[in-house]
């Protein structure tokens, strides 16, 4: 299966951490990536993390990957405004065409409160 | 070194008329993907291309929609008698290391 699922809307308070949960159902992932997109605005990458690994920091960023229950989450640490967006993961996997297919859930809406 | 550039970034159309977007990849990069995007929803595949190439075309509606990606000059996706349906975002990605991908800015379509 190819579903990767995530909650819609996330409300935290500006200077809390901010956690985003995703699950997604295909053991054979390669990378597993997290996107940011603010209104009006395309995609930008954040962070990746190869299926390999368990866990990725990067400044406030930590990302988490329970490889046996198929769980990956974005830790975001003493959150801003700035950081209101829609954020989406998405996995890579081989499909049957010989090529790495990438796809993305379904996006969270962080709302932070100042 | 420019990213992911797509335009027109807002393009409006009538029902019956055609919509071209354009893609230009990052440099270096010679594979795109297209995506759509309707509004409060999450990315739906379209189609993948490298130079010349259609790799997986397995998002895109068997009617209407086209997309290439000649040899020179950006990938192109090409709507044909557009319905208000197809009012959404279509976002391009270049494909770089690790399988990542690159947005572009988006092409805001709305059919009137």
């Known amino acids: 299966g190819e579903d990767v699922e995530q909650s819609l809307f996330l409300s935290v308070r500006e200077g809390d951490s901010s956690v985003i949960n995703c699950t997604y159902t295909?053991?054979?992932?390669?990378?597993l990536y997290w996107y940011k997109q603010e209104p009006g605005a395309g995609l930008q990458l954040l962070t990746y993390?190869?299926?390999?690994?368990d866990m990725k920091q990067d400044q406030r960023l930590t990302v988490l990957l329970n490889k046996k229950d198929k769980h990956l989450s974005l830790r975001i640490a003493d959150t801003q405004t700035g950081d209101s967006a829609i954020y989406f993961c998405?996995?890579?996997?081989?499909?049957?065409?010989?090529?790495?297919?990438?796809?993305f859930g379904t996006g969270t809406k962080l709302q932070v409160i100042p | 070194n420019a990213g992911v550039m797509q335009n027109p970034r807002h393009l409006v159309r009538r029902r019956g008329q055609e919509a071209r977007l354009r893609c230009s990849p990052m440099?270096?990069?010679?594979?795109v993907y297209w995506y759509r995007q309707l509004p409060e929803e999450g990315l739906k595949f379209m189609v993948y291309?490298?130079?010349?190439?259609?790799?997986?075309e397995s998002g895109m509606p068997k009617e209407r929609f086209s997309a290439e990606f000649p040899k020179e000059g950006p990938s192109i996706l090409r709507i044909q008698q557009v319905v208000r349906g197809d009012s959404a975002a279509y976002f391009c990605?270049?494909?770089?290391?690790?399988?990542?991908?690159?947005f572009g800015p988006g092409t805001r379509l709305t059919v009137l």
């Open positions: 993390i190869f299926s390999n690994m």
């Open positions: 440099k270096g990069h010679s594979h």
């Open positions: 990605a270049s494909l770089g290391g690790s399988d990542t991908q690159y």
């Open positions: 295909d053991s054979s992932s390669t990378y």
């Open positions: 998405a996995e890579s996997m081989g499909n049957s065409g010989g090529y790495q297919k990438v796809t």
């Open positions: 291309l490298q130079k010349e190439n259609i790799i997986d």
